[in-house]
């Protein structure tokens, strides 16, 4: 009997032993099978398991919380169980997608995936001809403006999921009680260039395209990190100022937004890069032309179907007149009706980068054709 007393612990030990091993194989089941690769973005967070993707993405106004969170299962398979309880599951490859903005219309078209995008919003900001034929000819919808879409027509299109770009405090109105997925592109509210670009893996995942997308954004990297390292044997850093006066006030991107940081890497000593955060600040005129009066260029946006001159800038506000670059003609503008410029600055930053770089050190890209900045015309 004492010996039998005795085995009693080595049989529990055992038990003990071979339940720990099948605990850890189970557990093992939904352990991570790729860790996260994302490097640059900080609101983009993608785990792949054996049996789905989870995609999270973090509040860019409320960086402690959580915005939204994903779950990509294979349309092929069977819904597995135990999947994340506080996910959004979407099967993938979507098959009918409407995409709100251009930016994400080109995208889709760029991953070749246009065949899986039924509708869109706004087609006056695209610059596409092929997705403007197809909206000509049917094959791609037009569901009117992204602030209110035609809610029936997405309906009526068996539309799979939403893309659309959200803002701070607001929502996707009626589009939210339709049941369809709506995926959060928050990509613009990431404050370094590539983590804009980085954001195509996700979007790759949801259409089906993911070697295309790492594909696209692997070439992305290399070329601007080149081109950053190129801009880093300038001897000379230029000033700059960004933009111009809206209303009564001058929206002046921070220092740490990506486009503070894109001129930064093109070799430039931007004026405003003591601001802090990455979003845009208000600043009155007179702050800004105290501080920015003296650059050696500014450089702006418009959109408009007719070319912008200075006749056109002094007649919007007169004191314009006063900054030094305005007086050495050294402003230089992008149209973003005619240029592809909102189209390329997420997945190709790196050519809004060589533009910047061969306007303040053209000796570093000789014979380099612009695309989008050009000097504003008299």
Excluded at 98 to 118: P, Q
Excluded at 152 to 178: C, H, Q, R, W
Excluded at 309 to 326: D, I, M
């Amino acid at each position: 009997m004492r010996r039998t007393w005795m085995l009693v612990p080595l049989f529990v030990l055992l038990g003990l032993l071979l339940s720990s091993c099948g605990g850890r194989q189970a557990a093992a089941q939904s352990e991570l099978k790729a860790a996260d690769t994302i490097r640059y973005a900080r609101n983009l967070h993608i785990e792949y398991y054996d049996d789905y993707v989870s995609v999270r993405i973090r509040d860019p106004w409320d960086t402690l919380r959580q915005r939204q969170h994903y779950v990509l299962v294979d349309r092929q398979r069977n819904l597995p169980a135990g999947l994340p309880q506080d996910g959004i599951v979407i099967r993938v490859p979507v098959e009918k997608a409407v995409i709100y903005t251009s930016v994400h219309t080109a995208i889709a078209e760029e991953l070749g995936a246009l065949d899986r995008v039924c509708g869109i919003c706004e087609p006056q900001y695209i610059t596409s001809p092929v997705v403007l034929q197809r909206v000509a000819e049917g094959r791609i919808a037009d569901l009117g403006v992204s602030t209110s879409p035609n809610v029936e027509g997405i309906i009526d299109l068996g539309t799979e999921m939403i893309v659309a770009s959200p803002f701070e405090n607001s929502g996707y109105g009626s589009a939210e009680k339709l049941g369809i997925p709506i995926v959060e592109a928050a990509d613009y509210m990431e404050n370094h260039p590539l983590g804009r670009t980085e954001w195509v893996l996700f979007y790759g995942l949801l259409l089906g395209e993911r070697e295309a997308a790492e594909q696209i954004f692997a070439r992305t990297e290399a070329r601007y990190n080149e081109l950053k390292a190129l801009a880093a044997q300038a001897t000379q850093h230029p000033t700059v100022l960004l933009e111009r006066r809206y209303g009564n006030s001058w929206a002046v991107p921070a220092g740490e937004s990506y486009i503070g940081v894109m001129h930064a890497d093109a070799g430039a000593d931007y004026v405003f890069r003591h601001l802090p955060g990455a979003r845009s600040v208000h600043l009155t005129f007179e702050s800004v032309f105290d501080q920015a009066g003296d650059t050696d260029f500014w450089f702006l946006k418009y959109d408009t179907r007719t070319p912008f001159t200075y006749a056109l800038l002094a007649r919007e506000y007169e004191p314009y007149a006063n900054f030094r670059p305005w007086k050495e003609h050294r402003i230089y503008a992008c149209n973003t009706i005619t240029s592809t410029y909102y189209d390329d600055i997420t997945l190709h930053p790196d050519r809004v980068l060589e533009d910047l770089i061969a306007i303040y050190h053209p000796d570093l890209l000789p014979g380099h054709v612009q695309r989008y900045y050009f000097p504003l015309d008299d």
